[in-house]
């Protein structure tokens, strides 16, 4: 694996929360409302269109909820 360890490992059921902010260029993760520092800042982020993904791994079910408010804590 390359690259530094970001976030933490879970097992089960999770609520794992995903802010871009494409005015600023920031990627942001939060797992169960644990808000975990900036992941990715570039000016790239910045350039559009941005296309979504999700990749799951072994016998997974997955919900997508979008346009929530955003939580305090994120970078703004």
Sequence with gaps: MNGEKYGKKFKG???VGVYLNMDEGVLQ???NS???PKAFVSN???EG???PAIS???HTTVSLI???TI???FAK
């Design 13 to 15: 059921t999770a609520i």
């Design 29 to 31: 993760f939060s797992l």
């Design 34 to 36: 644990e808000i975990f």
């Design 44 to 46: 790239d982020l910045k």
């Design 49 to 51: 269109p941005i296309y």
């Design 56 to 58: 799951l791994l072994r």
């Design 66 to 68: 979008s346009g929530k």
């Design 71 to 73: 939580p305090s804590g």
